[in-house]
């Protein structure tokens, strides 16, 4: 078995919408398949952990020697991840630096150049000793990316996949019957992105792992924000990690691939990596794979805290209940009862998930709200908690992606039938410019047609998830401020007390907020407007900027018969 990744694989949408658009391929794989096939009964799962004493490998000691002598014993150590560029090369860094172990937790894990060169290296690691654990949502691993289970296969590399859809992984439309006749476990997902080596260091945010998210899809390229973290809080991501890992929702690659089908898979497999060595690569930039320099990264020391989705949120079905005997508990973790939850953390300590633990610390605000969330659908809590914000006289800022600029351009529907009573409501909105879309470019983003584009060349699409409350306080994970991470998806977050990391996560966004954005208005008659980016040159628009007719059309059509719920 070879361990290269083809290139020339299509990356397939990843937006937590990408099921409702497979709808249309179920009804085609109707006439063409038989019963719903089942998942495994009496799986095997091997319980393991994370490090137990990490502090003695060199990722450690290099923590331990960072530390400032004035920090707080539970203080940890936070570095902004903003672009694609040291996205890429703060992973590189943690996969050659790991002595001991690497764990990856992905809701998606394309099979394309940017993830190619990172999975080699994690391979060579696991060559030298490295302990690899990788646990991915099952959802995508179907067509080309159903390639990236081949690690699985490689020595010292374990690979389980979270809620996984019984049938074919030969293609979409397979996926696309499982959809229909499995509606509910399919809308379920573990939305968790993590990436941990040594127990020590973690890199975690909203970025999947694929071209579209280092820059370098030649069709669309999202913008996005991780956070670099080391010290104990990393321990607190382990935690949430070995909860997924051990749960009886997580199945070995092993128990879900039958051997013929994994010889039909790796024949494709190596047909597809004949085929890519003999193709000259199109485009002219690609990322740079070369490591972050860990001693020149700029620390925040700060008290943090984790908060991350149960894997009971999702329900377990058949043999996996009478398996299952957990409870859902407190969305905080703790690895170790020496830290102390940061005071401005306290309201929400008693959450039961991650976005409710949010709305917590958004009713809690007493000054300023500034809420990234690319897909953004308020439902009645998340509405209810911005009116008791509001109430108190809170400013709010919300920026979001415009229909131009949504690779999901349903989920649009959800927020764009709330903004005219959120402006009422006295909240600033403001809507991601991007250049101009149709319905097909809107149904491809995310997509890539040919890896290594170069850096620039597509639409940009947010994909940043962050909160900051009070210029104090800053939530950064995988969750969107809408109804799906609140009540189906699992996800992670974690809290950074720091008015520093504050200033900087905030001034992030709004350094580009007045030239990249469309600020919304009502204007004497209470029609929308949007209000054109400064020194853009364009004109206020009073329908959706830069989407074609056919779009805005196709939304006007499709949108009454989506709720908000499933968006």
Known sequence: MTASISTSSRLQPSGPQTHLALLAGAIAAMLLTGCAASLPKDVERPVSMALSQPQSTELGVFVSQARPAKAKPDASAFALVSGPKHALSSRMALVENAQKTLDLQYYAIHADQSTGRLLRAVVQAARR????????????????????????????????????????????IGRAWTLLTDFQRAQQRMHNKLFVADNTLAVIGGRNLGDAYFDASNVGNFVDLDVLAAGPVVKDLSLSFDRYWNNVRAYPVQSLISEPDLLKLKTQFDQEDASSKAEPTQGTSAPEDSSLNLNQVPWIWAQA???????????????????????????????????SPPPSATPALNAESVVDGLLALIRSARQDLLVVSPYFVPGPEIMDAFRSARSKGVRIRVLTNSLASNDAPLAHTGYARHRKALLEMGIELYEMRSEAANVRSALRAGTTGSSGGSAGASRAMLHTKLLVIDGRLVAVGSMNLDMRSQLQNTE???????????????????ESLPENSWRLDLDPKGKLVWRAPQESGLADSYSEPDASLGLRLMLQLLGPLAPDSLL
Request: hydrophobic share 45%.
């Open 305 to 339: 805290m984790v908060l991350a989705d149960s894997p009971t949120k999702i329900p377990v079905e058949g043999a996996e209940r009478s398996a299952a005997s957990e409870s859902t508990g407190s969305a905080v973790l703790k690895a170790g009862e020496a830290s």
């Open 129 to 172: 000793g490295v302990r690899v654990r990788v646990l991915l949502d099952d959802f995508h691993s179907t067509g080309p990316d159903a390639q990236v289970m081949r690690l699985a296969f490689v020595p010292n590399v374990e690979m389980r996949m979270f809620n996984p859809l019984a049938g074919s992984r030969a293609s979409t």
């Open 492 to 510: 992670i977050a974690v809290l950074i007390a720091s008015r520093r990391f504050s200033q900087l996560a905030g001034d992030s966004i709004d």
